[in-house]
């Protein structure tokens, strides 16, 4: 466990999946997507599909933190402009996205901590 008196700034961003691509979605973000991130340094807290789905809509998510608001435009700024992320997963993850939605906000570390996926 970090400082709980550290703060951190933490992305939730939701994706609306086309309908029945969940399973394909999950399969790039975990092979793909998730281990490109953290080979740039990008810190993944969480992700998966959301555990109720309103009205059968298709709903997926991906927690990540950062040491501050500059770090997180920094690294998002690299890793999507990145030929691995370009040339690789975006294509084929974009095609299974009907919209996303991100928000941000500072957190204590302890809240970071409590939202990592049991192990």
């Not at 933190?65 to 990145?82: K, L, N, P, V």
């Given at each position: 466990?970090?400082n709980?008196?550290?703060?951190?700034?933490?992305?939730?961003?939701t994706?609306?999946l086309?309908?029945?691509?969940?399973?394909a979605?999950h399969?790039?973000?975990v092979?793909?997507?998730?281990?490109?991130?953290?080979r740039?340094?990008?810190?993944?807290v969480r992700f998966g599909?959301?555990?109720q789905?309103e009205m059968?809509v298709?709903e997926?998510?991906l927690i990540?933190?950062?040491?501050?608001?500059a770090?997180?435009?920094?690294?998002e700024?690299?890793f999507y402009?990145?030929?691995e992320?370009?040339g690789?997963?975006?294509?084929?993850?974009l095609?299974?996205?009907e919209?996303?939605?991100?928000v941000?906000?500072?957190v204590?570390?302890h809240a970071?901590?409590?939202?990592?996926?049991?192990?």
């Amino acid at each position: 466990m970090g400082n709980h008196r550290a703060r951190i700034v933490l992305e939730i961003r939701t994706y609306r999946l086309k309908a029945g691509t969940s399973d394909a979605f999950h399969q790039l973000v975990v092979e793909q997507s998730v281990p490109l991130l953290r080979r740039f340094g990008i810190e993944v807290v969480r992700f998966g599909s959301s555990e109720q789905n309103e009205m059968g809509v298709e709903e997926y998510i991906l927690i990540r933190a950062f040491r501050s608001h500059a770090e997180r435009t920094e690294q998002e700024d690299r890793f999507y402009g990145s030929d691995e992320w370009v040339g690789g997963p975006r294509e084929a993850i974009l095609a299974l996205v009907e919209s996303y939605q991100t928000v941000v906000l500072t957190v204590s570390a302890h809240a970071v901590d409590s939202l990592r996926a049991p192990s």
